[in-house]
């Protein structure tokens, strides 16, 4: 249980929230000249990461908005939340 | 087909906490990002729409309150005619709102369940069931938030002090209103 800043209403429990994976994964241009393994490697494969991660969150039981957060996974620590569509501000 | 039949079994008083459906009240869900979007709505229904989060903003007839930075919901401060489910207001939107492409206009009158609740309990019930934190809210009038009470998802409106509006999905109500009531009676 940690409590999440929603960029748009502000402080709120972990529950009301759903993690929706990794963020910034680019959709390829040209889906149909990639190989199967490059379209696999897009489609299914994810970063495991113990440590700094950046995900994507939806606060499912409030505005329903998505955002982006910087996390540590090993501690469950917040580095950054910003908007979706904004640059990370961390690296 | 219009579903007015009462979603909650009877009008509560636990503990000092009275518990009550009203109904029907008109409910409306809008939408929209530009500018003329709220312009439109300011000088159709002649109320401003609350940009700032978790607010809410009153009329003489009509109650608009934040859900997201796109989303209002507007609800009518009393109960409308019951043998008809036509508004003025939505007539007045869909003409003004939907019909010119600046954003959504939804009927949710009968999707949402509005529960009045009286008494000085109403935070300590809340309390039981709800992740949320209520300490700044309860003492901010026109406050609203979403949440979840009993893991079900609910919107809160403070609308005074010791009267709180609380609006739940109707397949969902009964079901809330049970638990409140068991709650309530623990308090």
Redesign the interface.
């Known amino acids: 249980m940690f409590i999440i800043t929603c960029p748009?209403?502000?402080?709120?429990?972990q529950?009301?929230f759903k993690a929706g994976g990794e963020a910034h994964i680019v959709r390829p241009k040209q889906p149909t000249e990639l190989s199967d393994d490059e379209w696999a490697e897009y489609l299914f494969m994810r970063k495991n990461i113990k440590g700094i991660q950046f995900e994507r969150w939806n606060h499912t039981?409030?505005?329903?908005?998505w955002f982006n957060m910087v996390r540590d996974t090993s501690n469950d620590e917040i580095k950054a939340i910003y908007k979706m569509g904004e640059k990370p501000p961390i690296e | 087909m219009l579903n007015y039949n009462q979603a909650l079994p009877k009008d509560t008083l636990i503990q000092d906490l009275q518990m009550k459906e009203i109904k029907p009240i008109m409910k409306l869900i809008i939408r929209g990002k530009k500018r003329e979007f709220i312009s439109a709505i300011g000088k159709s229904l002649n109320i401003l729409l609350p940009t700032e989060a978790n607010t809410s903003t009153q009329s003489d007839k009509l109650t608009a309150v934040w859900l997201s930075p796109d989303e209002w919901m507007i609800y009518s401060n009393e109960p409308v005619d019951e043998n008809t489910n036509n508004y003025d207001t939505e007539e007045i939107l869909n003409n003004n709102i939907s019909k010119l492409n600046l954003g959504a206009v939804t009927d949710v009158t009968d999707q949402f369940v509005m529960i009045n609740l009286k008494g000085n309990k109403i935070f300590e019930l809340f309390q039981t069931g709800s992740p949320f934190n209520f300490n700044d809210f309860q003492n901010k009038k026109g406050a609203v938030t979403q949440t979840i009470l009993h893991k079900i998802d609910i919107i809160v409106h403070n609308q005074d002090k010791n009267m709180v509006n609380l609006f739940v999905r109707r397949s969902f109500s009964q079901h809330l209103f049970s638990w409140m009531n068991d709650a309530a009676s623990r308090l």
Request: charged share 45%; with cysteine; proline share 0%.
């Open positions: 748009f209403c502000g402080e709120r429990e529950s009301e039981h409030g505005c329903r908005k």
